[in-house]
């Protein structure tokens, strides 16, 4: 369910809804009302009554409420009317201050909020609704077991290529000074036999091995696979935050506290940065998926 509801929720319930840097909204006779003086912090009662209806956890829910409020009060600050369903409409004054107009309570709320009738600027992305909601927690136990099963895979393969490469390297190494000569031909033949053996020994950069048979094979390195990258701090550390509830091994570094990139470190051949690009964006919803080296 998304926060305003459960704002709208929590007024009819509790008579009095207070959002720090807005206002303080009360219900009197079935009126609406709103007043500019808020609360300091938000109440501990409405972080419950969202974590209790949202099955999140403490944190995760009072960051909801911030980002909600936050975004809210961005829309005033630049001259948008905004309307709370069951509330009223808000719209900032030359004053400085709020102008509301009180509307009509919401009869049957639960109809309502099913109808989707309930609009707001402030939406929750769905994609981790089905895991949040109550019935969601098996849809979430599998999500994770698919995050770790691409993972493993992606280990294993990168693993099993280096491991295939390195090896037929070394036995065409040693099939290179193996083979004896008879000591006739040896001394005869021991310029070719050095000349030969120089030509054919395999080469070796930091990157990739060429091998005696004209294959190429190419080291695993460590790449970082950016998913997002956001100006909006409290974006970043929400997105962080869920992720790492997931245990996906997620991380977050910024250089200027401005820029908030969120990355996973993976191994993986210059080769399959694109397919594992293309599984990060489908699998994460993410738009672009940008790759880096990896320092050690």
């Known amino acids: ?33 709103f007043t500019h003086q808020s609360d300091a912090a938000i109440s501990p009662e409405l972080i419950e009554f969202v974590k209790s209806h949202t099955g999140k956890m403490t944190a995760l829910a009072t960051a909801d409420i911030e980002s909600y409020i936050m975004l809210h009060r961005q829309f005033l600050n630049i001259g948008k009317a905004l309307h709370f369903e069951g509330i009223g409409t808000l719209v900032k004054a030359k004053e400085g201050l709020f102008d509301f107009t009180p509307a009509e309570m919401i009869i049957d709320f639960g109809e309502k909020v099913a109808e989707g009738k309930i609009t707001s600027s402030y939406e929750e992305k769905p994609r981790y609704s089905s895991a949040e909601s109550p019935g969601g927690s098996g849809r979430g136990i599998l999500i994770f077991l698919g995050v770790a099963i691409t993972l493993g895979i992606v280990v294993w393969g990168g693993w099993k290529w280096s491991q295939s490469g390195s090896g037929n390297g070394a036995v065409n190494q040693i099939a290179t000074v193996s083979a004896p000569e008879p000591a006739a031909q040896a001394t005869a033949d021991s310029g070719k036999l050095v000349s030969d053996s120089i030509s054919r020994r395999p080469t070796t950069d930091s990157s990739r091995t060429i091998n005696t048979n004209g294959s190429v094979s190419v080291n695993p390195g460590r790449y970082k696979f950016i998913i997002e990258t956001t100006n909006r701090r409290e974006r970043a ?42 599984s990060l964006r ?7 998926v940008t790759v880096e080296p990896a320092g050690n």
């Open 1 to 33: 369910m998304k926060i305003d509801h459960l704002i709208t929720q929590y007024l009819y319930q509790h008579k009095r809804v207070s959002l720090p840097g807005i206002g303080t909204f009360t219900l009197e006779n079935g009126t609406p009302s």
């Open 237 to 278: 550390f929400r997105r962080y935050n869920q992720l790492v509830e997931l245990r996906s091994g997620i991380r977050m570094e910024t250089a200027d506290s401005i820029t908030y990139k969120l990355y996973f470190v993976l191994p993986a051949n210059p080769t399959d940065t694109s397919r594992i690009k293309d």
């Open 282 to 288: 489908i699998f994460y919803a993410s738009r672009i």
